[in-house]
């Protein structure tokens, strides 16, 4: 109830929003609209799973007019990125309007590459489809370190093409939060 009050509070919150109800654990059950499109070769589907209520971003400050957010996913689990897409799914379907000049930034630069490589996509399906389904849409920007990469003997074909190649994860971070994007 009290995620649907604030829902119909301001659409400037959007992605507060977002982080307030993965912290909540509420999950609306609505599902994502059908995804276009392929990654590696197979149609994007997307499916939805029920949220855990287990916290995941609880200690993250945030400031109402906040549109730019950067998300470190080697600091977080497999779990919070697969809650963290599947919640902005959901709110952004709920509110497709005013979502502009959103901007969340992934940044890929550790064992998390790993997820979503061609051989690790049958295992991962459900999150590189979101991913790309979110991609496709302009809501999030995902970014793979190159040097990580090249250190996990991962070629850049081996990703998904919705993947943006960069040369240094932490020059890329630092340069985000200089541009004053809120990290998660």
């Known amino acids: 109830m009290m995620v649907h009050y604030l829902l119909s509070v ?4 959007l992605f507060q929003l977002t982080v307030i109800a993965l912290c909540t654990g509420c999950g609306d059950g609505n599902a994502p609209a059908p995804a276009t499109g392929t990654v590696h070769g197979s149609p994007v589907t997307s499916t939805t799973r029920t949220i855990s209520s287990t916290p995941v971003f609880a ?4 400031t109402i007019g906040n549109r730019r957010y950067l998300f470190d996913v080697t600091s977080h689990s497999i779990e919070d ?3 963290l897409l599947q919640r902005t799914a959901e ?10 000049d959103l901007e969340i930034v992934l940044i890929l630069h550790g064992p998390d590459l790993d997820w979503f490589t061609r ?3 049958a295992k991962n399906r459900e999150l590189v489809d979101l991913a790309a389904r979110l991609d496709v849409l302009e809501i999030i920007d995902i970014k793979a370190c190159e040097t990580a990469m090249e250190h996990r003997g991962i070629d850049s074909s081996e990703l ?13 971070i630092a340069r985000l939060q200089a541009l004053d994007y809120v990290t998660l």
């Open 10 to 13: 301001s659409r400037k919150c």
């Open 119 to 121: 051989k690790n996509y």
């Open 59 to 62: 200690q993250t400050q945030f």
């Open 81 to 83: 990125m697969q809650a």
């Open 160 to 172: 998904p093409a919705f993947i943006e190649t960069i040369p240094y994860a932490p020059d890329e």
């Open 91 to 100: 709110i952004t379907q709920d509110m497709p309007d005013d979502l502009d």
